[in-house]
C-alpha cells in the first residue's frame, strides 16, 4: 500500500526557510515520480518541484527557481523540500504526490498523479 506523508509545514516570516519532508511508504522513491504541489485559497493546485523517475532530474516551477530545493533520500525514502527566501506569494498547502507510469510531459500535472498526502500547511508571515 502506498502512502505519503508530509511534515515539516508551518509559520514563517518573509526571507526565512522551512523544510518540508514527504515520507512514503509502499514503494522505493527513486522508483516512482514524486513530486511537491500547493494550492492557495482561490487557486488551482500548482506544481512546484519533482523528481522524474526516469532520468532522476530535478524539475522545478519557474516562481520558485533559485529558492526551493527537492532532493531525495533513498535510505530514509523521502523527498523533501527545502524552502528558501520564502515570500508572502508561497503560502499554501502544500502536498506531496507520486507516481509510477508518468510521463516526463504529465510532470506538471496534478492530475497524473495518482498517489497524494494530506497536506502540510506553509504560511508566511510577518
Known amino acids: 500500500q502506498v502512502l505519503l506523508v508530509e511534515s515539516g509545514g508551518g509559520l514563517v516570516q518573509p526571507g526565512g526557510s522551512l523544510r518540508l519532508s514527504c515520507a512514503a511508504s509502499?514503494?522505493?522513491?527513486?522508483?516512482?515520480?514524486v513530486s511537491w504541489f500547493r494550492q492557495s485559497p482561490g487557486k488551482d493546485r500548482e506544481f512546484v518541484a519533482g523528481?522524474?523517475?526516469?532520468?532522476?532530474?530535478?524539475y522545478y516551477a519557474d516562481a520558485v527557481k533559485g529558492r526551493f530545493t527537492i532532493s531525495r533520500d533513498t535510505v530514509e525514502n523521502t523527498v523533501s523540500l527545502q524552502m528558501d527566501r520564502l515570500d508572502y506569494s508561497d503560502t499554501a498547502v502544500y502536498y506531496c504526490?507520486?507516481?509510477?507510469?508518468?510521463?516526463?510531459?504529465?510532470?506538471?500535472?496534478?492530475?497524473?498523479?495518482?498517489?497524494w498526502g494530506q497536506g502540510t500547511q506553509v504560511t508566511v508571515s510577518s
Open positions: 509502499g514503494f522505493a522513491v527513486n522508483t516512482y515520480t
Open positions: 504526490a507520486a507516481d509510477r507510469t508518468i510521463i516526463l510531459s504529465g510532470m506538471h500535472q496534478d492530475q497524473a498523479y495518482e498517489y
Open positions: 523528481t522524474f523517475r526516469r532520468d532522476r532530474k530535478l
